[in-house]
T-cell receptor, first 114, second 111 residues
């Protein structure tokens, strides 16, 4: 069965650079969530989208922005990168626009900021 | 804000033993979900239990939910070395938002 796809899987950037992470949800899933997981930390919710509109916002820094496109894929844009942004970034998808249903997670993008 | 908290933080058992991990949260929830994560890899959904359910089974997994105590437990029976991973609980509120992960329990199953 198709799963959530994230690209790239690994990304190395310098401080103050920008990065764009992409997420392709499971077909027919209309909701996308982004999470950040620092080393040894639990995943922290960043932001979610339902039907191309932002549905919930968590601890996403102002330097980050995201959007969901007409084909339901989502991109997380990160600017002015800091060392502390080094983490695993997970995308998850579900159906129905809320956390009432199971979220299916992608493999994650490991971002390293040097 | 609600927060799932796991207990214990780390658990080491022998293969064949049962492993019990607990999770507590603070506010009203719609559902509680358990996830597994192998080191540095993606999260795998294990079980979703809704606030009107008390117990749920899936293979060797058994999850209980006590909304009066705002707690849940995940029991893995007849553990195997391949069960070694971190286990997280996550809760969603009654508005379908605020999906919050707890700190996780690192389970080590020794052969």
């Amino acid at each position: 069965a198709a799963g959530v796809i994230q690209s790239p899987r690994h990304l190395i950037k310098e401080k103050r650079e920008t990065a764009t992470l992409k997420c392709y949800p499971i077909p027919r899933h209309d909701t996308v969530y982004w999470y950040q997981q620092g080393p040894g930390q639990d995943p922290q919710f960043l932001i979610s989208f339902y039907e191309k509109m932002q549905s919930d916002k968590g601890s996403i820094p102002d330097r980050f922005s995201a959007q969901q496109f007409s084909d339901y894929h989502s991109e997380l844009n990160m600017s002015s990168l800091e060392l502390g942004d080094s983490a695993l970034y997970f995308c998850a998808s579900s159906v129905g626009g809320s956390s009432y249903n199971e979220q299916f997670f992608g493999p994650g993008t490991r971002l390293t900021v040097l | 804000s609600q927060q799932g908290e796991e207990d214990p933080q780390a658990l080491s058992i022998q293969e064949g033993e049962n492993a019990t991990m607990n999770c507590s949260y603070k506010t009203s929830i719609n559902n509680l979900q358990w996830y597994r994560q192998n080191s540095g890899r993606g999260l795998v959904h294990l079980i979703l239990i809704r606030s009107n359910e008390r117990e749920k089974h899936s293979g060797r997994l058994r999850v209980t939910l006590d909304t009066s105590k705002k707690s849940s437990s995940l029991l893995i029976t007849a553990s195997r070395a391949a069960d070694t991973a971190s286990y997280f609980c996550a809760t969603g509120d009654n508005y379908g938002q605020n999906f919050v992960f707890g700190p996780g329990t690192r389970l080590s199953v020794l052969p």
